[in-house]
């Protein structure tokens, strides 16, 4: 672990604060790790996990060896996963500034969200920049199926590429597929079996730090997710629904609904 980063202070704030987001399973806590793994030589890292009902990922993580213990905290959010990280990142955000403070001057914190599915977004008022990962295990349409993380994330991962011929995926269609969604932003097949693709993503971080640090990068939202509710105890409106207003009617809905999310 380093003492210092010879990385230049300016700006505001020198921590930038990377989300990981996507679908469960996707291989998040592992990108996770290698870029602890990759990375902690250069830059003083943390990372904050959050679960459902555990700290499993953050368990994962500590035993993994990537970072020193006291770096990795996990914020159990007891509720689906999109809300501790859009709707009330309170808990996040307190997680991250305690590690900011802690291990002062950190240059990087990456958030994992937890397992969700297609729609779950960061809001930028708690990271600075967000990647959105699938796995070709998922099914080589989902990138074209769309949603705000597979849209307008900063970066698409399609992760797990090495197992493209055992699903019978084509992964260079499903990269080229996520690429034709995104207007240009830029998309990375991974895995983490093939360190030429653990070299992008590295050099892919290293260029937003540069960026966030020069005050270049400006944080986007990537949009809300779809309006759906939790079950019967939204319909009775004693539970909480998440169509945050963005102007296409009831909160009722009990899938993705892209349509809805391109407003
Ligand atoms: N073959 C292969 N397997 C991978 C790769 N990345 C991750 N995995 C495996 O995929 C499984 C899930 O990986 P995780 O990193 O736990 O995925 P996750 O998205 O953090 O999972 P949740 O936190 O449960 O949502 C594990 O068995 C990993 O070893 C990869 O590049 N190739």
Redesign the pocket.
Known sequence: MPEHSTAPESGPRRTLRLGVA?P????????IATLCRELSGELSMAVVTNDIYTDE?AR?LRSAGVLPTERIHAVETGACPHTAIRDDITANLDAVEDLEEEFAPLDLVLV?S??DNLTATFSPALIDAQIF?LDVAGGGDVARKGGPGIGRADLLVV??V??APYVHVDAEQMVADATAARDGRPVLG????DPATIVLLCDWVRGVLREHRAGTHVPQDPGPMAPHSHGPADELGHGHGHGHGYGHGEDKGHGFAPEHVHT
């Not at 469960?24 to 592992?30: A, M």
């Not at 991974?190 to 079996?193: A, E, P, R, T, V």
């Open positions: 996507g469960v399973g996707t291989g998040k806590s592992s990108l990922d994962f994992e937890g397992g990962c992760n797990k090495d197992l991974l895995s983490q079996n």
